[in-house]
Structures are given as structure tokens and as C-alpha cells.
């Protein structure tokens, strides 16, 4: 597609300027780019190593069951020895969402600061496509472990095991202090989520990045998103879910990160062409993703959302 910019001034301050992002082919086009660019990517990289681990992830019930209905040396060391290279990935998800929160802040200084989003999202595209690669990644990695309670049956089961395990010769990896914060990360429904709307408060209550820099450079992400989709920029329905789950994320990060949230009548998202995108696309299913915009949200029920936002979600 190469590097296409356009703007065009629109009367309506909620739509993003009519820019192309180039999704497929960006590349860094200034050593300052190039260098937080091959930071994050560092991290980015392992992401679908995460996802197919996920995605393939099956869980140890049969192992558990057994173990709990009829209690024996012999089952409950099964269960145990089954159940420990299940933990180990389980760590691994944990882990990762670590480094999230170490290169997330690059993309947010480097997209969001100063007081002009389009222009510094624009002239950064492979930036930018990086900060939508953290979106998909995470609303992928959500949605997925929703539906997987073997996940969290799994690390319960490995929790109340530990201190019986420690009176034997059995190895103990992971012991107490890392099974609490992994116990309280795969508790949350939305792990991922949560982790980039923690890091981005925290980040913003100990550094000098603007919480409206933010809001004003995620709000514009959101809007180019939902254009590009709408103007049918793309035809590869793989890339069009991918600009959903970028505008998506962003909505989702504003709604925690803003003080009034996402919904809002005088939102900088035009969240009502947003939600309706999702409604209209059908190339893909888009149900998770309007569901991640009413169930991981926090200010859609406000009373200051209007009444048409609500319906569409209803």
C-alpha cells in the first residue's frame, strides 16, 4: 500500500482526519522511531507464541477430577505432575503481560504527546500500527481465556496443592508471593485489559504525559479506525478486524483512563460510528467485540451517556 497521508478538515471534530494507516507495510521512518519501534517489538514478537499456547490450551480437569473424588498418593501426584507444565505456560501469559507493562508507556509518549494526535500518529505509522498490534493481541488473548475455565480451574487447583507439595520431594516452581499476583491476574476476566489500563493510570500519575494527550491521541486512533473500515480502505477482512480490535482497544483504555470515559456526549470518539461499524461489518463476527465494549467498560451506564449510545449496546 506504501506510506499514504491524507487530511482533509471535517466538520465534525470526533472524526479522525481521513488518514490511510498502513497496516500492512509500515515501516520506522526517523531513528527516533526506529529505536522505540525495535523496543517494543522485542516484546510484540512473542505475542503469537502467547496466542497459539492459548489458543491450544486444554487444561487438566480429567487429572483434577480424579484426584478430588478419589484422594490417593497415586492421583494426587498425577494430578500434580500433569498439571505443572500447565502452570509453566500459565506463567509464561503472566510473564508477558510484565513486559506489556514496560514497553506499552513507549507507544503512549511517542503517539500521545503534544497537541496534535493526527499529525503525530500520521507521520509515525509503524508506531502506530504497533499500538494496534498490542489491541488485537490483548482483545484476542481476553476473549479466548473467557471461555477457557480450565485456565483458572487449573491454577486454583495448583494453589491449594502447594502446601501439601511442600512437605514433599516434589518440585515447587512457583512458589507463594508469584502464585498470589498470578492467582490475582487469570481471576480478572479481561487480564490483558486490565494490564494496560493499570500501567497507563500508573504511568500517567508518575510522569509527565498528559492524561488528555492520551485520551486526545487514543480518541484519534479510534476514529482513523472506524473510517478505514467504514470507507472500506481495506479488502482483506483479516486487516479490517484488525483496525476493529485497534478502534476497540482504544475506546476500552480512554473509558478507564478518562475521567468521564469513552461515551460521553462530548466524547473526543465518535463512539456512535464506532459501535456501529462493529454492528455493520460482516465479513467477521464482531460479537466479542461489542460485547468487550459493554462488559469491560466502566462509564457506559453513566447518566451522561445518551440514551442512543446505550440502545445501540442494549
Known amino acids: 500500500m506504501g506510506t499514504w497521508i491524507s487530511k482533509l478538515v471535517s466538520s465534525d471534530d470526533r472524526k479522525g482526519a481521513d ?10 521512518e526517523s531513528e527516533e522511531e526506529r529505536q522505540v519501534y525495535e523496543a517494543v517489538a522485542a516484546v510484540l514478537d512473542k505475542g503469537p507464541e502467547v496466542l497459539d499456547q492459548l489458543f491450544n490450551y486444554t487444561g487438566c480437569e480429567e487429572y483434577i477430577r480424579k484426584a478430588i473424588t478419589t484422594p490417593s498418593t497415586e492421583t494426587e501426584k498425577s494430578a500434580w505432575d500433569a498439571i505443572l507444565p500447565s502452570v509453566d505456560q500459565l506463567q509464561k501469559f503472566y510473564e508477558f503481560s510484565l513486559e506489556l507493562e514496560q514497553s506499552f508507556p513507549k507507544l503512549l509518549v511517542a503517539l500521545c504527546k503534544g497537541t496534535d494526535p493526527t499529525t503525530t500518529i500520521s507521520t509515525q505509522q509503524a508506531l502506530a500500527k504497533q499500538l494496534a498490534d498490542v489491541f488485537d ?4 488473548f481476553d476473549d479466548s481465556k473467557m471461555v477457557n475455565p480450565a485456565i483458572q480451574n487449573d491454577f ?5 496443592s502447594l502446601n501439601r507439595m511442600k512437605s514433599t520431594k516434589n518440585k515447587i516452581k512457583i512458589r507463594d508471593e508469584l502464585a498470589n499476583k498470578m492467582s490475582l491476574f487469570f481471576a ?3 487480564p490483558m485489559m486490565r494490564c494496560l489500563s493499570e500501567t497507563t493510570v500508573k504511568f500517567l500519575s508518575q ?3 498528559s492524561r488528555d ?8 486512533m479510534a476514529n482513523i479506525c472506524q473510517q478505514m473500515v467504514e470507507n472500506k480502505r481495506f ?9 476493529l480490535r485497534a478502534m476497540t482497544g482504544c475506546i476500552i483504555l480512554v473509558d478507564h483512563v478518562h475521567q468521564s470515559g ?3 456526549k462530548k466524547s473526543p470518539i465518535n463512539v456512535k460510528a464506532c459501535i456501529t461499524v462493529l454492528k455493520n461489518f460482516l465479513d467477521s463476527p464482531t460479537d466479542g467485540l461489542l460485547n468487550a465494549l459493554r462488559f469491560t467498560t466502566i462509564h457506559l451506564n453513566d447518566p451522561d451517556t445518551p440514551a442512543n449510545i446505550k440502545a445501540l449496546l442494549a
Open 19 to 28: 488518514i490511510i494507516l498502513d497496516f500492512e507495510k509500515a515501516k520506522p
Open 207 to 209: 510522569n509527565n504525559l
Open 156 to 160: 486454583s487447583y495448583y494453589r491449594r
Open 213 to 220: 494527550d492520551v485520551t486526545n491521541g487514543l480518541a484519534q
Open 188 to 190: 480478572y476476566p479481561t
Open 262 to 264: 469513552s461515551f460521553y
Open 137 to 140: 493481541f490483548v482483545l484476542r
Open 235 to 243: 479488502t482483506s477482512t483479516q486487516t479490517n478486524m484488525f483496525c
